[in-house]
């Protein structure tokens, strides 16, 4: 049921040699110890065998006992063997622990820098966040008719009547989809005709008229109205909250006068949003309050 194969760990190589290279080093020390310790062992031996147990008294070379010979001889080799250890004691030393240390974080933080390059930086990471906005919303358009304290509605109805913002909304709107929130939905005596309507709700069993595309959120309005060229969000205050994170233009008509209210659309960042063009007109027997019609475009 349960794998017990261990993965192994990737370590570069010359890390690896690095550390292959001083677990022998410490391996060669631990034998020229024990090379010592046996020497000195095998030299008292030596000595009580011959002069103590008598073995080999009669075994002289140039009048010298044979012990001595062999001691030198091993002696020779403990000496042989020191030296070469002499050489990597020096680098097991702190300095060649440090040495080796440094090493490794140098090879370490040249990988973490190359896998950095590698990396998105933030600016990277915005822009590809702003390249996904943008293939999911270039043709969303919020459309909206806003007072100077950007009041936007009472009581779920406009505040104002403006002839020509009206006739504006129904030339821009005509023919496409038209994406809302219920209470907007709902403040309509009927639906808006040679329009696509597209309901955002979170009621699950919200009974919608024939022909009314009924969704529960801002993305699954969106894909309803992919195939549309030019899809709008027309309201309320929440749906253009939403909006605002996704859309690629505003048609915003500016009432130049300030109302009470209890729906407010959103500050419009200079920012983010660039003004393409503010066409202002003076009110009239049709218009009640001056008005201007504005466009923005995400920069």
Same mark, same amino acid.
């Given at each position: 049921?349960?794998?017990?194969?261990?993965? *192994?760990?990737?370590?570069?190589?010359?890390?690896?040699?690095?550390?292959?290279?001083?677990?022998?080093?410490?391996?060669?020390?631990?034998?020229?110890?024990?090379?010592?310790?046996?020497?000195?062992?095998?030299?008292?031996?030596?000595?009580?065998?011959?002069?103590?147990?008598?073995?080999?008294?009669?075994?002289?070379?140039?009048?010298?006992?044979?012990?001595?010979?062999?001691?030198?001889?091993?002696?020779?080799?403990?000496?042989?063997?020191?030296?070469?250890?002499?050489?990597?004691?020096?680098?097991?030393?702190?300095?060649?622990?440090?040495?080796?240390?440094?090493?490794?974080?140098?090879? =370490?933080? =040249?990988?973490?820098?190359?896998?950095?390059?590698?990396?998105?930086?933030?600016?990277?990471?915005?822009?590809?966040?702003?390249?996904?906005?943008?293939?999911?919303?270039?043709?969303?358009?919020?459309?909206?008719?806003?007072?100077? *304290? *950007?009041?936007?509605?009472?009581?779920?109805?406009?505040?104002?009547?403006?002839?020509?913002?009206?006739?504006?909304f129904k030339s821009l709107t005509s023919g496409h989809h038209i994406i809302m929130g219920r209470k907007t939905f709902e403040?309509?005596?009927?639906?808006?005709?040679?329009?696509?309507?597209?309901?955002?709700?979170? =009621?699950?069993?919200?009974?919608?008229?024939?022909?009314?595309?009924?969704?529960?959120?801002?993305?699954?309005?969106?894909?309803?109205?992919?195939?549309?060229?030019?899809?709008?969000?027309?309201?309320?205050?929440?749906?253009? *909250?939403?909006?605002?994170?996704?859309?690629?233009?505003?048609?915003?008509?500016?009432?130049?006068?300030?109302?009470?209210?209890?729906?407010?659309?959103?500050?419009?960042?200079?920012?983010?949003?660039k003004e393409t063009s503010n066409v202002y007109n003076k009110r009239d027997d049709k218009n009640e309050f001056d008005y201007?019609?504005?466009?923005?475009?995400?920069?």
């Amino acid at each position: 049921m349960f794998s017990t194969k261990k993965s *192994n760990p990737q370590i570069d190589q010359e890390q690896l040699e690095l550390i292959q290279n001083a677990q022998k080093r410490i391996r060669q020390k631990k034998r020229l110890y024990t090379h010592f310790v046996i020497f000195l062992i095998g030299s008292v031996l030596f000595i009580v065998l011959n002069l103590v147990l008598g073995f080999g008294e009669n075994v002289k070379l140039f009048d010298t006992n044979w012990f001595v010979y062999a001691i030198l001889a091993w002696l020779f080799l403990l000496l042989y063997h020191t030296f070469n250890v002499f050489i990597t004691h020096k680098f097991m030393g702190k300095d060649w622990e440090q040495s080796q240390l440094e090493k490794l974080v140098s090879k =370490q933080k =040249q990988r973490i820098d190359k896998l950095k390059e590698t990396l998105p930086t933030k600016e990277d990471t915005d822009l590809n966040e702003s390249k996904k906005k943008t293939e999911l919303s270039s043709n969303l358009t919020i459309i909206v008719a806003v007072a100077e *304290n *950007n009041a936007i509605g009472k009581d779920n109805q406009l505040l104002w009547h403006l002839s020509d913002d009206l006739k504006r909304f129904k030339s821009l709107t005509s023919g496409h989809h038209i994406i809302m929130g219920r209470k907007t939905f709902e403040s309509f005596p009927q639906p808006l005709p040679n329009r696509t309507h597209v309901v955002i709700t979170k =009621q699950d069993d919200y009974k919608a008229p024939h022909g009314i595309i009924v969704v529960n959120s801002l993305k699954d309005a969106l894909d309803s109205a992919k195939e549309d060229n030019q899809p709008f969000i027309i309201g309320g205050g929440e749906i253009y *909250n939403q909006s605002l994170k996704v859309a690629h233009k505003i048609e915003l008509t500016r009432v130049h006068h300030t109302f009470e209210a209890d729906t407010f659309f959103p500050k419009i960042d200079n920012s983010i949003w660039k003004e393409t063009s503010n066409v202002y007109n003076k009110r009239d027997d049709k218009n009640e309050f001056d008005y201007s019609f504005l466009t923005y475009i995400r920069k």
